[in-house]
């Protein structure tokens, strides 16, 4: 998987899922068992691996979700700390909208995904974002006002 690390700061090539069940008045969102940061499903590229790929096959091994149309909305080049870390990451958000009971995703409060090792995830309603923490700090306006056509953003959550 593509991470690039110093004592430093750390670079992250990274796809993942605006995921919206089908009345799109929720989202899942997910974090790492041990922090409280939360982020979207996905995870890193793999090197030769072209995003469209990569997020069908994070989808897939995170959730199960196969064959869905997703559709890429942000290129974000986005600059923030996370454990007194440094981040650079370059994200592909892709969108799709899912009948979360297809999959066995229609569940209340936090869930393991299908790796069951430190990933929780969690649907959220959309109107309750302001209640969690999310790196990068834009990403609670990128999932609620996802764009008609491709946009490209950079993020600087390093500025104090």
């Given at each position: ?94 969108e ?43 990403l ?17 959550d390093?500025?104090?």
């Open positions: 998987m593509l991470t690039i690390r110093n004592e430093k700061e750390r670079f992250i090539y990274r796809v993942a899922g605006i995921i919206y069940n089908k009345a799109k008045d929720k989202v899942l969102i997910h974090r790492a068992i041990w922090q409280d940061t939360w982020i979207l499903p996905g995870g890193r590229m793999s090197m030769g691996e072209n995003t469209l790929d990569g997020i069908k096959r994070e989808l897939k091994e995170e959730l199960g979700i196969i064959n869905e149309k997703v559709e890429l909305k942000y290129i974000a080049e986005s600059f923030f700390y996370l454990n007194n870390q440094k981040h650079h990451e370059l994200g592909f958000f892709y799709l909208i899912i009948d979360e009971k297809k999959y066995d995703l229609n569940k209340e409060g936090e869930f393991l995904g299908l790796e069951e090792d430190d990933q929780i995830f969690k649907w959220v309603l959309i109107s309750d974002l302001d209640n969690y923490v999310f790196r990068p700090k834009k609670k306006e990128m999932i609620k006002e996802v764009p008609e056509k491709l946009n490209h953003l950079i993020i600087n390093t500025i104090v």
